[in-house]
């Protein structure tokens, strides 16, 4: 029960602040929370575009788990989360957006020679670097290691997507990265097998509905976001 009451009061709290907020003509806050790589590379890149859609309204991102984003979700400090769809949302309202698929990309001075690059040979045969905070990732790849019989050990681990793209760049490493990834200035080979199906997963944005039926802003932002994402 105290659990409970404690959760109603944070409820009541939050929904008087966003009372003042309007009362006093502030410009409502709309808090996005996703893992560091996914807002970096699509959110950051379009809600430019979105925020022209609401003037009187002020973003903030945050980089968040996906348990967290659940819990704030559910406590309305955050009012658009993007989760894993098979993350479990109960009472929240999901929708699902698209599909993050992977692939390895080998820049050119390390693909093998002779015969066809493999994902089997990618894995196995170079150097490769890994973000070690995509936790979906990371266990896919036991799996899929598992599943070819080959031993995957990086040579190097790193904290965020973009820091992979920068290795590869290099030239000198190779990276397990979504295939909607863009890497200029590198010549390279993206293998993409049936294989790595095992990494994929949809996609999803998800929000409480009592959060915004206080600030109407999240619907006008949820549907411009979830448009241009599946774009």
């Not at 966003?18 to 996703?34: C, D, N």
């Not at 904290?159 to 990276?175: D, K, L, N």
Request: neutral net charge; hydrophobic residues 45%; aromatic residues 6%.
């Amino acid at each position: 029960m105290g659990m409970i009451l404690a959760d109603l009061v944070q409820q009541q709290l939050g929904d008087l602040a966003r009372f003042q907020e309007q009362a006093l003509g502030l410009p409502k806050a709309v808090v996005i929370a996703a893992d560091a790589n996914f807002l970096v590379s699509r959110i950051c890149p379009v809600i430019g575009k979105v925020s022209r859609l609401v003037p009187n309204c002020r973003f903030e991102l945050k980089t968040m788990r996906t348990d967290d984003i659940l819990d704030a979700l559910h406590q309305q400090t955050v009012s658009l989360g993007f989760i894993p769809n098979v993350a479990k949302a109960k009472g929240l309202r999901t929708k699902p957006l698209f599909d993050l698929r992977y692939g390895v990309f080998v820049p050119d001075r390390l693909v093998p020679r002779g015969g066809t690059l493999t994902a089997e040979r990618a894995l196995r045969d170079c150097p490769h670097v890994l973000d070690e905070s995509d936790e979906v990732l990371r266990r896919g790849l036991i799996v899929t290691a598992e599943t070819l019989r080959v031993q995957f050990k990086p040579t190097m681990t790193c904290s965020s997507q973009v820091e992979c793209i920068a290795a590869v760049r290099s030239g000198f490493y190779a990276s397990v990265l979504p295939l909607s990834v863009s890497i200029v200035d590198c010549e390279l080979r993206i293998v993409d097998e049936p294989v790595f199906d095992m990494l994929s997963y949809k996609v999803a944005v998800s929000w409480n509905e009592r959060h915004c039926s206080v600030n109407p802003h999240v619907e006008t932002i949820r549907e411009a976001l979830s448009e241009s994402l599946q774009d």
